[in-house]
């Protein structure tokens, strides 16, 4: 447990997240939304979703932060939004990531797809706290790893050991 949880704590790097929210929903010449929209925007979202992990739209992230890092979108189920979120062992660098996806989606998607640009629902915001590596799991992790290590021990040591510890072991192994 204790190997486990100083490994997690001084050789793993935390993470942190930031996520950015596209709100994906298409006003129709009259500037009302009506259900024809919001129709169009759910379908819109998964085409976005996979529009934004494209090289073109990653390439000019790539090009305007000048590195890649790990993205994940999510759309939650029923909803015409689009969790964008960056992971990074920097936090500012993570909200950056986000942000600029973000920005950088909103440029890019409505040309390609012939739609009005998503709205921007939600700012990336600068993580307050890592999520991972998780402490507590590593050093559980260790503690069930050492304690299988020990049972397997002990159980190995019982059915090895042939000592006469009885006079029923003696009757057993000399026949008497």
């Known amino acids: 447990a204790v190997l486990l949880g100083a490994y997690s704590f001084f050789f793993i790097a935390p993470t ?3 996520t950015a929210k596209l709100y994906v929903v298409s006003a129709s010449d009259d500037s009302v939304v009506n259900l024809s929209d919001l129709n169009l925007g759910t379908s819109l979202t998964a085409d976005y979703e996979q529009l934004m992990l494209s090289y073109p739209v990653l390439n000019r992230v790539i090009d305007r932060l000048e590195l890649a ?29 986000a942000e600029t996806m973000a920005e950088e989606a909103i440029d890019y998607l409505p040309d390609t797809m012939s739609t009005l640009a ?34 397997a021990f002990f159980i190995v040591k019982y059915l090895m050991d042939d000592t006469i510890h009885t006079a029923d072991d003696m009757e057993k192994y000399f026949g008497l």
């Open 16 to 18: 942190y997240e930031s």
């Open 69 to 97: 890092k790990a993205f994940s979108l999510n759309n939650p189920s029923d909803t015409r939004i689009l969790e964008i979120t960056a992971t990074s062992t920097d936090p500012q660098m993570a909200m950056d990531l």
């Open 118 to 151: 998503p709205n921007l629902a939600q700012h990336a915001k600068l993580p307050e706290s890592k999520v991972a590596p998780s402490y507590t799991k590593f050093t559980m992790i260790g503690a069930l790893l050492g304690l299988l290590i020990c049972a």
